[in-house]
């Protein structure tokens, strides 16, 4: 092996390590500012103030959804349809049977009370002097 054929390692730019934690820096001391109230809260699409007190974890969109979206509340928010839903207070039949309760044996039920959730050596009630 050679000296030529030594990898040499890259070392960062001491100048882009300061950029990066100037940026950060400023954008701490905006986001200081923004909470203080100083400088205007930061707008979302839909063009609504976003909270600056909300935590960044809740107010930026997960990597698996559309992040490039930017940072806002809408990705919390259903975004279904209202209408495949019923409402809140609608009515339906409460209290109604399926249909006529079962007057014959069926197969496969318990002997003793009748139900097909279970068999007789499973029936929880007291035994029967004739079955169902």
Same mark, same amino acid.
């Given at each position: 092996?050679?000296? $030529?054929?030594? &990898?040499?390692?890259?070392? &960062?730019?001491?100048?882009?390590?300061? $950029?990066?934690?100037?940026? !950060? =820096? %400023?954008?701490? #001391?905006?986001?200081?500012?923004? =909470?203080?109230?100083? +400088?205007?809260? #930061?707008?979302? #699409?839909?063009? %609504? #103030? +976003?909270? &600056?007190? +909300?935590?960044?974890?809740?107010?930026?969109?997960?990597?698996?959804?559309?992040?490039?979206?930017? @940072?806002?509340?809408?990705?919390? =928010?259903?975004?279904? %349809?209202?209408?495949?839903?019923? /409402?809140?207070?609608?009515?339906?039949?409460? *209290?109604?049977?399926? *249909?006529?309760? &079962?007057? %014959?044996? !069926?197969? *496969?039920?318990?002997?003793?009370?009748?139900?097909? @959730?279970?068999? $007789?050596?499973?029936?929880?009630?007291?035994?029967? /002097?004739?079955?169902?």
């Amino acid at each position: 092996m050679s000296v $030529t054929d030594v &990898p040499v390692p890259v070392i &960062p730019d001491a100048d882009a390590v300061m $950029t990066e934690s100037e940026r !950060r =820096k %400023k954008e701490k #001391e905006l986001l200081e500012a923004r =909470k203080a109230g100083t +400088i205007p809260a #930061e707008v979302d #699409e839909d063009g %609504k #103030e +976003i909270n &600056p007190h +909300i935590p960044q974890y809740m107010s930026q969109a997960p990597w698996y959804l559309n992040a490039s979206a930017g @940072s806002g509340l809408k990705h919390q =928010k259903s975004q279904s %349809k209202d209408d495949q839903y019923d /409402k809140m207070g609608a009515w339906y039949a409460r *209290g109604q049977k399926a *249909g006529p309760a &079962p007057t %014959k044996f !069926r197969k *496969g039920a318990c002997e003793n009370c009748g139900a097909m @959730s279970h068999k $007789t050596k499973d029936c929880v009630e007291r035994p029967r /002097k004739t079955g169902a």
